[in-house]
């Protein structure tokens, strides 16, 4: 079966005890160790799309954003929503100067992946989306960027060198990671990017027509899907609200297939799964990282059927809402619970699609 697969995740993974420490040292030898233990415990529970756990990078989107030239990172000031339950806050990328995709980013991560399973390699990146989203357009040089279509033109070039690197390493599967449009489904993200000089009435449209960009080009073999989230980070989340707002825009972005948030109440209904195109494959995620509560599998099949409603039952599939450790950091639970979540995820992908 070509990705996204029945039973699929997101990407990260908790990381082991001393990874961390191990990084800043650069014992690399620790760190692809790591990594091969994860891709035989994902292939021997039964799923497909294999990934690094994301054990080659600190943060599910600085460390690729970063880069890129003209981006800097630098601490977040921003007074808009934050990550509640901890002082910490990532850092913001924003643009200094003008975008290029200069050198390889995470070829080499990638090559060791695809050489690390006879699976099908899956590798996340971050949407061009995110150069964006949180600093908005306070957060992009008026030096560099005077016209904002300019930006937009050359992120989109950007990410278009970095996809056909990526296909040019070999990779079949790739996930684009986006909160924006989950985010922009929130009225008080809404009246940040005011606050940060935009109108989030168009940031949907702009956003999609940013990755289509991003998009031409890429070879026929190469399955690329969107992942969106309300947050994740140390278990919190920012933003709550139904995917109404930005279903139309979202859904005209010409990936594969959508992994979607889920697990809560708020991510709404299913109703605006309706806006997807026939062919088009949505992973539902609907089993949270967010703790280690077990979700009941006759639950999940419940759930599977009220989508069904909106979008055939063979456009579906099944995933955790998002990464167990979008950041170094971890959520909060442990990796027996966050196995335990996978295995229910293949169990129940195996029941609904026999």
Not at 102 to 118: E, H, N, V, W
């Amino acid at each position: 079966m070509k990705p996204p697969f029945r039973a699929d995740h997101v990407g990260s993974l908790l990381r082991p005890a001393g990874l961390a420490e191990a990084r800043k040292k650069k014992d690399v030898s620790f760190q692809q160790d790591a990594i091969r233990a994860i891709v035989a415990r994902q292939a021997a529970i039964g799923l497909h799309g294999i990934t690094d756990g994301e054990f080659s990078r600190d943060w599910w989107h600085l460390d690729f954003l970063a880069q890129l030239e003209g981006v800097t990172l630098r601490e977040s000031q921003n007074p808009g929503p934050k990550f509640g339950g901890t002082e910490e806050q990532p850092p913001i990328p924003v643009v200094t100067g003008r975008l290029r995709y200069r050198k390889p980013i995470m070829l080499g991560d990638f090559l060791y992946l695809k050489r690390a399973t006879s699976e099908t390699a899956k590798f996340t990146i971050p949407s061009p989306s995110m150069l964006h989203l949180r600093g908005g357009r306070a957060g992009i040089s008026r030096r560099a960027y005077p016209d904002m279509e300019a930006f937009w033109h050359d992120a989109a070039a950007a990410y278009r060198e970095a996809i056909a690197a990526f296909a040019g390493a070999g990779c079949k599967y790739l996930q684009l990671d986006d909160v924006a449009f989950a985010y922009l489904c929130d009225p008080k993200i809404r009246d940040n990017c005011v606050r940060n000089g935009d109108d989030p009435q168009a940031l949907p449209r702009i956003y999609a027509q940013t990755i289509n960009r991003a998009l031409e080009g890429r070879p026929d073999g190469m399955t690329i899907t969107l992942h969106t989230c309300r947050g994740n980070f140390r278990s919190a989340w920012v933003a709550e609200g139904g995917y109404a707002p930005v279903a139309e825009a979202m859904f005209s972005i010409d990936v594969d297939g959508f992994f979607m948030e889920f697990d809560s109440a708020r991510a709404g209904g299913f109703e605006p799964l309706g806006f997807v195109p026939r062919g088009k494959r949505v992973v539902l995620g609907l089993v949270t990282t967010k703790s280690g509560a077990m979700e009941r599998p006759e639950d999940l099949q419940r759930r599977i059927d009220e989508a069904s409603k909106y979008i055939p039952l063979q456009d579906l599939c099944l995933s955790p809402q998002c990464g167990f450790s979008s950041t170094r950091h971890g959520n909060l639970l442990t990796e027996d619970e966050q196995w335990r979540k996978l295995e229910l995820v293949v169990q129940v992908a195996a029941q609904v699609w026999r």
